[in-house]
């Protein structure tokens, strides 16, 4: 059986902190889109971990940890990533990577900095960590394969090409020193070295693992509101959030995708540029900052601090029906414990329409937000394990978002950790 687990919003909804839940009852995880360009936080027994490619769950030693070949490969940084975590006496995790993956290129990097750095106040808000460079060149036709790195005599002629086509663009357009054949060959041999434990055919393991019945979890990355399609175009990451794309990231038919868990955090935060119509500013967004996630609302892969805003219906409404929710698991609830009132957006204005459809991008750009403000419940609710203990306010939050988008409220998340959780039966 395939689950999958994916984001609502903007990313940072809790989706590592639900799967390393999830992943307790499960066999595999499998990471299918996206690279290391944003981060799950997990707290657990053995520390408080910032997971960038590796799959949630690394900490369990019953688990198989895939990276899918939809995922974007920066070689180095997973291998240190499994190195970090051994350091702190987590056991060697089981960690198989995808032969059809695609490798992050230094020069992805390095072309992700220097168009950042040339459009100025114009830019992305990327992360730098060269996903965008890398997917172009994958649709371009002209990334590598980890399987390629055992074809020599493929790889010889393939970077000769890269440094025809990079080359132009380095020195003219950003005045950078051009690539050479040479390093790009000794880059690839090295990734090949450290790679190689780890190479696998996932796509027939993971075939063969539902066939038999193993449990498997999609961990998705950023959430809908990022996806390149469906999302806040062009402010959007470059590969596909939706559990959706999962059936390709992963290498599975996608009827075997039965749940779609979809994480959507109680109230909303974002990184990076684009419209986003539930921002708050000022103090008010500095203490939902401070008092946000565990340990305050920043980057787990920058350390940027995140954009700040009210729950969103009318954003979440739309990225729970792309996702295809099957559950919603409403997470951080606790942080708003300490407001009188909670303002919840409801609808957009658009020039002088109340509409509760989320619009494209210029559109969007032009929408008030409409806020219906609900009582806070004002205490402490972790520690809760069932439903009927909440405080009647916080009950009246949820069932208010739950009307409002339209998709079943099945698991609130009321803390970090991983039994901080309410499971809760909807009709
Ligand atoms: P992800 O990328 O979707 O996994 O989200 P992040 O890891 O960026 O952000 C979630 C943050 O909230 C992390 O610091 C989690 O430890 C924390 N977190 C997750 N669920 C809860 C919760 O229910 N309550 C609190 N207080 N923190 C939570």
């Known amino acids: 059986m395939v689950q999958a687990v994916v984001g609502a919003n903007w990313g940072d909804e809790g989706k590592g902190k639900i799967t390393d839940m999830l992943a307790e009852k499960a066999d595999i995880v499998v990471r299918f889109q996206g690279g290391a360009n944003a981060g799950h936080t997990i707290v657990n027994n ?27 490969l920066n070689i180095p940084l997973v ?24 490798i992050v290129m230094s020069y992805h990097i390095l072309f992700d900095q220097c168009e950042e750095e040339r459009l100025g106040g114009k830019s992305f808000g990327s992360t730098k960590s060269g996903i965008a460079p890398f997917y172009a060149d994958k649709f371009s036709k002209i990334g590598f394969q980890v399987s390629e790195l055992f074809h020599e005599e493929l790889l010889a002629d393939k970077v000769q090409r890269i440094c025809d086509l990079k080359n132009p663009i380095l020195e003219h357009l950003y005045h950078k020193p051009a690539l050479t ?22 796509a027939a393991f993971l075939y063969n693992a539902v066939k038999e019945g193993k449990i498997v979890l999609l961990e998705g990355q950023l959430g809908s509101l990022k996806d ?29 995708i039965k749940r779609v868990v979809t994480v959507s955090k109680a109230y909303s935060s974002a990184v990076g540029a684009g419209a986003f119509v539930s921002e708050i500013f000022g103090d008010e967004a500095d203490e939902l900052r401070r008092r946000g996630g ?3 609302e920043f980057g787990a892969t920058t350390g940027r601090p995140r954009r700040m805003g009210w729950f969103d219906c009318v954003a979440s409404k739309y990225g729970c ?26 609808g957009y204005e658009i020039d002088g329409e109340v509409t509760t459809d989320f619009p494209t991008t210029a559109l969007l750009e032009k929408a008030k937000p409409v806020y219906e403000t609900l009582p806070g419940w004002k205490c402490e609710i972790r520690g809760i394990k069932k439903y009927e203990d909440l ?15 339209g998709f079943p409220i099945t698991m609130i998340s009321n803390g970090p ?9 909807v009709k």
Request: some cysteine; charged content about 25%; hydrophobic content about 35%.
């Open 294 to 296: 565990d340990g305050g």
């Open 46 to 72: 053995y520390g408080k971990f910032a997971l960038h490619t590796l799959p949630s769950g690394v900490f369990y030693s019953h688990i198989t940890n895939v990276i899918g070949n939809g995922v974007a």
């Open 391 to 405: 405080p009647e306010n916080c009950r009246k939050y949820i069932e208010f978002v739950e009307k409002h988008i």
């Open 228 to 256: 390149p399609d469906h999302g806040i175009y062009p402010m959007v990451t470059s590969s596909s959030t939706l559990a959706g794309y999962g059936a390709i990231g992963a290498g599975i038919p996608p009827y075997e």
């Open 321 to 346: 029906r792309l996702q295809g929710a099957t559950d919603v698991a409403f997470t951080v609830l606790d942080v708003l414990g300490y407001l009188d009132e909670i303002p919840v957006c409801v």
């Open 79 to 102: 291998v240190k990533e499994v190195q970090e975590i051994v350091d702190r006496g987590v056991p060697m995790p089981k960690l198989l990577i995808s032969d059809r993956a695609q």
């Open 181 to 202: 054949p040479e390093a790009l060959l000794e880059e690839l041999h090295t990734y090949r070295d450290m790679v190689k434990p780890f190479v696998a055919d996932t």
């Open 417 to 425: 950790g991983r039994e901080d959780i309410i499971y809760r039966d």
